[in-house]
């Protein structure tokens, strides 16, 4: 048997009872930890050794209700799943433990996870099928299939995305990448017949998936593998496939890209720029574009560098191309 | 000392709106005897918006840029964080879906190109760090940056999806980067710690998102102002366009004047090696360098 190690470990917890706290407060707690323990078993620790009136969720204590999920040094983590030696080897020895989201704390470490549920809601997260109530054979899934999921279907709706994407952060109409995923799970799903719906609401301008700023930290916060960036591009895919994708500075960005290779092997950065706002609205980028000019940061037209063996990419656009805007 | 010889992916951006990146980094690589040859034909790589719109196109295209580093033999060198993640994410797919890789191959091979696989693809910052090493390179420093205080900016396509990252690029905790912090060490700079430094500059949704693209760069440029920090350095252009250029809708957008030189990566790199500043294209940054 593995002999068992031991540490001393300080952990800083967030506190806060919306009801009686004007402001949250950081406990300081020493303690030693052996290498087994997860974090779920640190907050047990504190409640039933320390101080009874700390506050957080759990449930299942086996990595599948999600209802655990925090933060440890501005990582999202299920408590229940998270080793504390790990932790250590990534941040050292002193521990900052605080709700998925400190502006939505009622008290310590459960949060309202009301703005969580209503995006989930929003794109209609259950399949809609117009299925015989009483059939007499199942609905065949194939493999072939059901690997369109692309594993969207693990989401355990702990939050770890939601509350780690920084667009949602700023912009709260954003609908945000575990509500994307779900949207995917369901419009991937070949039973289902609200796709296009689907679809039309990740579509909206300002709250769909064309505000993803795409920084990853969903993907990276994700404790069940379940990849929302992947689906976010997917859905950006299914949105063009689809012949849905409207005329707007979004869409014009991303089809921007294919002219510019097309012309020139490389991105043209300030015909993207025109491309994808239009004659007029690219006015608004003149203050910075001067101020790029002046510094020799702006490529002429004629001046345009192009890739050598421009011909193969000409011709690998023509016969790999998939969709037309 | 071994010779080092990659394939450099200058990417767009270093041909265009920040020549001094392309400038500053076969400045160092000469100054520290890192061959590098400039893969000429490579396409753009998609930045992750081709992505959006076609995906088999994408992956054709990033593929036939990495066969050129394969035909010469090289580990193909990024000096851009999305160029890395998107021709990192096509091996990585490519590697470990044969049938994926059989399709884009058939079309490659209409050009007389095909896809083996034999190159590996990282960025410039860890194969200064892995390959050549730190040691090696503090050696090297002529001027020592020890008055500087330097808030380094990860960017998130060398850190995130660290699945990916591990497997082709640095391999670091995407939740405590540490490699551009040992790099200003070992230029004998003062490394700044601040919570910005591994999180999104927001220029991916520059356009279509505005607002939310400034308070991301607002949020970083004050940030590491507010720790202190006499300039920043990063590993990607697309942040340093957006952290030098557009301080002004940032300042705007958080509400509070935010303003802060930001230097490349190899440009800081040079600056501690004794390159000039025009051989490191300093004049070129918007918010101006006024310290060298």
Known sequence: MDEIKSQQVTFKLFRFNQETDYLPYYNTYVLDITHEEVILDVLNRIKWDHDGSLSYRRSCRHGICGICSIKVNGKAILACKSRLFDLIEVFGTELTIEPLSTKRALKDLIIDKEDFWNKHEQVTPFLVSDIDENPTLETLVVPHDAEKLLEADYCIQCGACHYSCPALEINDRFIGPAAFAAAFRFAADVRDDASLERLHVVNEEAEGVWDCVKCMECAEACPKDVNPIEKITKLHNMIFQAGIAKDNVATRHAVGFAHSIQKHGLLDEGELVRYSEGNIGVLKHMPEAFEMWKNGKIVMPWNMPKSKNLDEVKKLMKSSSTVKF | ?292
């Open chain 2, 1 to 292: 000392m071994e010779k080092f010889r990659y394939a450099l992916y200058t990417g767009c951006t270093a041909r265009e709106s920040t020549p001094e990146l392309l400038k500053s980094t076969l400045a160092i690589a000469d100054k520290l005897g890192i061959e590098l040859v400039l893969l000429d034909e490579a396409s753009c790589c998609g930045a992750s918006h081709l992505q959006d719109y076609d995906d088999m196109l994408s992956l054709v295209l990033n593929a036939r840029n990495i066969c050129y580093a394969e035909k010469l033999g090289l580990t193909m060198v990024t000096i851009c964080n999305t160029c890395q993640l998107n021709t990192a994410m096509t091996k990585h797919r490519l590697d470990t879906n044969p049938e994926l890789k059989a399709k884009v191959n058939e079309k490659l091979a209409e050009v007389g190109l095909e896809y083996k696989g034999t190159s590996e693809v990282t960025h410039f910052l860890y194969a200064i760090i892995q390959d050549y090493g730190l040691e090696n390179l503090s050696k090297k420093v002529s001027v020592p940056l020890s008055k500087f205080n330097i808030a380094p900016f990860y960017g998130c396509h060398n850190i995130r999806p660290s699945e990916l990252q591990n497997l082709s690029n640095g391999g670091e905790n995407p939740y405590n980067p540490t490699s551009l912090d040992d790099l200003i060490i070992a230029c004998g700079g003062n490394n700044v710690d601040y919570d910005a430094k591994n999180k999104c500059c927001g220029f991916h949704a520059e356009l279509q998102s505005p607002r939310t693209a400034a308070v991301l760069t607002g949020n970083a440029l004050s940030g590491a102002i507010d720790a202190n920090a006499d300039w920043m350095v990063t590993p990607c252009p697309l942040c340093h366009l957006k952290l030098d250029v557009q301080h002004h809708s940032a300042s705007k957008a958080i509400g509070r004047e935010v303003k802060l030189p930001v230097l490349h990566m190899p440009q800081m790199v040079g600056l501690a090696l004794g390159c000039t500043p025009a051989e490191l294209g300093l004049q070129h940054h918007v918010t101006k360098v006024n310290f060298v």
